[in-house]
Structure formats: structure tokens, C-alpha cells
């Protein structure tokens, strides 16, 4: 692995922070006297696109939008609508620089000293992500680049988590490209690579299963990096599969330990991990040819009929 590539991850690294990202804010809000500005803060990905609206929806509200970053630098703000008339607020097509906390400022014209008042409607979405290299794709993205003589390698990067089952896609879209596929994780180790599907000079990773909670980086190449002679445009796309999460497989299950909780989603854990333990054991007793997850809705509906006729006693 170069120098060069090192650093390239260690800045994808570091400007990708570990935080929960908040994808839309939609909310209601109301400015007076006694509320003269509203702060909604949210998570911004680098390489996020996003749109912010604003409409006005009662009293003689003048609103203005501004969006700072986290260290309060003004990233875009708007007072009036272009041309005049109407009181809705647009900022589109705003790039996330950085992944970092950002907030929303929504205030009134002369602020504290202002005289407006009124109720609004705020909406904060995604509507896409950048192509340039170094962006934070989430499952689910496409973008569209070029592998060149002077770029032969582009890198992104994505947040997984244990169990999670990925696919990465580069097809290619013009030129001679071979393409070549590598996933690493935080710490530099390839975990998959591919260079041609069957059939194709296109490369795909499929059904990669996500070990830890990280930050992996998607390398999108050439065969040969640096040295190879192929270049065009590709669209790379990134999923996960419909399995996803910590015991959704039979591969992948999730470890029980003493004192590890076993509970369905609609019930609080009430059963340790032992009695998790035996009821698997007599569910595939009592429903030998039932699929896993049938045999413990059989027991549940045994357990809630044995539970009511306790009670009735």
C-alpha cells in the first residue's frame, strides 16, 4: 500500500465522524416576541446534497434561513425570495463539505428587535450525494465518476455496522475501463476485491458480511491502479442486501452470553440468555420441519395460551 494511498484513507477517516446522521428534519415552529430565532441542529455527511425549504404558514411572518456549520461559519442563508413575493424560503443544492454537526437557523428579519410573527414549516432532506472522491456514500447511493492516468484510483467512503451484508457495483459507462473493486476497513485491510464479473470487464463485491461497527473505504480502480492502461467513466453503486443485521443469517448470529436478553420486538426482555437457549432447543424438537422463526411463533402462542390459563386459575 503507498504513502500516498495511506494518507488519502487516513483524511477519509478523519473527516468522517462517527455520529448518528439525521437524513430529513421535518418540523413545525413558530416565531414571536417571545421566540424570535429557532436553531434545529442536524448530521451532515461529506458529500451530502441537500435541500432546505421554508414556508410560511400563518401571521406576517418574514423569515430568514441560514445554515452554519460547527464552528458557526455561515454555509448559505437567504432573507427574501428571488424577484419578490412569497415568504417561503428555499437554500438547494447545498454540499456538505465535511461530515460534522450543522444547524438550521431559522430567525425573523430584525430578530429580537424584529415586529413579524408567524408559524412555518421547515423540511431538511438529502436529494443526493457528490461524485467527487472522498464522499460518504450511504446504502442505497449511485454516483458517477472517472478513473484517468492522472486519477487512477477514487476512493469513498461508508458507514457499516455488524452484520450488515453488502454490494458494491462499478459498471462501466464509457472508454475502455477494466474495473476493479476493493473494500477495506479502518484500518487499511482489504477485506473483498474483485476485478471482473463473470462475463464482464465490470467489477461487483457481493454479499460482503460487515464483522464490526466502522468506516469502510470503497476503492474504485483500474486493473493494474497506477500502472494500468484502461480508462473511461463508471457508475458505482452501493447496497445493502435485504438480510442485513446480526442474526438474519445463519452465518452471522447473534451471540448469546450469560445474561444476554431474548425477546421478541413487541415484548420487553424478560428471558435470560439459558432460557433463550432452551426454547430454541425445544422448538426444533417439537417443529422439526418448521423454518427457524415459524417454531418460535409456534412457542410464543403456547407460552401466551399456558400464561392466560394460569392467570384464569
Known sequence: MTMRRVLF???ILLAYQLTEAQAFINVTGRLDNGTPRL?????????????VRLTVTSGNLDPILTILDSNGTVIATRDDVPGG?????????????????????????G?????????FT??????GVSSAAGSALRYGDSIYNEVTNADPIVYYSFRGRAGDVVSVQMRRATGDLDSALQILNSRGEVLAENDDSPGSVDASITGLILRADDIYVIVATRYGQASGTSRGAFVLTLDAESESGLGSRLDFPIPITPGTP?????????????????????????????????????LHRADHAGRTRTRQR
Not at 430578530?111 to 408559524?119: A, K, N, V
Open 111 to 119: 430578530d429580537s428587535l424584529g415586529t413579524t410573527s408567524g408559524e
Open 9 to 11: 484513507i487516513v483524511l
Open 39 to 51: 436553531v434545529y441542529p442536524f448530521d451532515g455527511l461529506r458529500g451530502d446534497v441537500i435541500s
Open 262 to 298: 431474548c425477546h421478541r420486538d413487541d415484548q420487553p426482555p424478560v428471558l435470560p440468555a439459558l432460557l433463550c437457549v432452551q426454547r430454541a432447543r425445544r422448538a426444533e424438537r417439537k417443529y422439526p420441519h418448521e423454518p427457524r422463526q415459524r417454531r418460535s411463533r409456534h
Open 85 to 109: 413575493g412569497g415568504r417561503d424560503l428555499i437554500l438547494d443544492s447545498i454540499r456538505i463539505s465535511a461530515s460534522s454537526r450543522y444547524s438550521v437557523i431559522v430567525s425573523r428579519f
Open 122 to 127: 421547515l423540511t431538511v432532506e438529502r436529494i
